[in-house]
């Protein structure tokens, strides 16, 4: 247990505090809060929400890696992309949702088990940079490969398909509000699943191989097997949040594999907090609140919103979940001293009345 605000110091303080049933019932009552959005909202705010529920999904896949296996990727715009180009050919070929998605997932899945295969022989910086080198490669690949990608113009007249099929019964998913819930669902249900696994003895592996690698790998567990299952799920979760922005914006530009799209979860998680579970789901928010807020005031939107950031960051050790959670965490141990204090004062002293 680390002194950062690790998971393990967050949730267990959050057990404490929040029994179960409480905390079931307080997810449920904000997940059917967004569900009911749509009652009240316009279309462009739904399209951000939909914005941050997508990036939510890209960051929690990238903090598989990051904030709880301690590898960092500079190359899951790869991954993002390729779910993103496969729904895009799929929608395009076949009007279905669904199968759209799970052709993504599918593919991304698929370039995860290469890149992961090369990449988790290797540590620390050498891990970042070759994730890095595949994921220019895969930028690469969709700039130059005009007969297939479209080049610079990318995939234009991406539909918002029914969710099984086309015709009647098909589930219609043209509307944005109802496309709107479709994403809120499927990161619903990621993040559930995300929940479970970090609990699981593959989540404690992993964690053990955060905190020290080399021990883990003395016990008999195949350190390297389970990096790379991590890295699998981390990229096939990026392509799920790939297969979901074509239909939301109807087109998918070269600029979804480029490094800066990678950069976005990384600094999501950072901004929200790496070592914590709900951390990528604030910073996520957080980031692209802060980027429309700032570019509509100024166009040096990205000098200013990084200066946002750094003074976040800086200001919060361990990210907004983290920095709040340990702040928490020491008021409440403040409270507990002093009233200990109190109660230890004797009989009869000044400082106690009798």
Do not use: C
């Not at 009647?168 to 479709?182: L, N, Q, S, W």
């Not at 003895?201 to 021990?215: D, Q």
């Not at 939301?248 to 579970?277: C, K, Y």
């Not at 800086?314 to 141990?333: I, S, Y």
């Amino acid at each position: 247990m680390r002194g950062d605000g690790s998971l393990a110091t967050v949730e267990a303080a959050r057990a404490s505090a929040w029994p179960r049933h409480l905390r079931a019932a307080a997810a449920g009552a904000f997940v059917l809060a967004l569900l009911l959005v749509p009652l009240g909202a316009n279309s462009f705010e739904l399209f951000l929400l939909a914005r941050i529920a997508i990036l939510t999904l890209f960051a929690m896949g990238f903090n598989l890696l990051f904030g709880h296996g301690g590898l960092l990727s500079f190359g899951h715009a790869a991954f993002y992309s390729a779910g993103a180009y496969t729904a895009g050919f799929i929608l395009k070929a076949y009007p279905s949702l669904l199968l759209g998605v799970l052709g993504g997932v599918a593919a991304a899945g698929a370039l995860g088990l290469v890149v992961g295969f090369f990449s988790v022989r290797h540590h620390d910086i050498y891990f970042a940079m070759l994730t890095l080198a595949f994921g220019m490669l895969v930028y690469s690949l969709v700039w130059k490969w005009d007969a297939v990608t479209g080049g610079d113009n990318g995939l234009i007249g991406i539909p918002r398909a029914p969710l099984l099929y086309p015709g009647p019964g098909g589930i219609p998913m043209a509307p944005v509000g109802r496309y709107y819930e479709f994403v809120v669902v499927v990161t619903v249900l990621v993040v559930a699943f995300l929940w479970r696994l970090l609990r699981s003895p593959f989540g404690i592996v992993l964690r053990g191989l955060r905190e020290n690698a080399e021990r883990v790998e003395f016990a008999g567990i195949p350190m390297r097997r389970y990096r790379l299952v991590a890295f699998v799920l981390s990229a096939a979760i990026a392509g799920i949040a790939g297969t979901l922005v074509g239909p939301l914006e109807n087109t998918v530009g070269p600029e979804t594999a480029h490094w800066a799209t990678s950069a976005e979860p990384v600094l999501a998680s950072l901004l929200g907090g790496a070592s914590t579970f709900s951390g990528p789901i604030v910073g996520a928010a957080l980031l692209v609140l802060i980027k429309e807020i700032v570019e509509r005031h100024t166009q040096y939107w990205l000098l200013a919103m990084g200066i946002v950031l750094v003074a976040l960051v800086l200001g919060l050790r361990g990210g907004v979940v983290g920095g709040l959670a340990a702040l928490w965490r020491r008021t409440r141990a403040g409270v507990s001293a002093g009233t200990a204090a109190q109660d230890t004062v004797p009989a009869g002293s000044p400082g106690r009345s009798p």
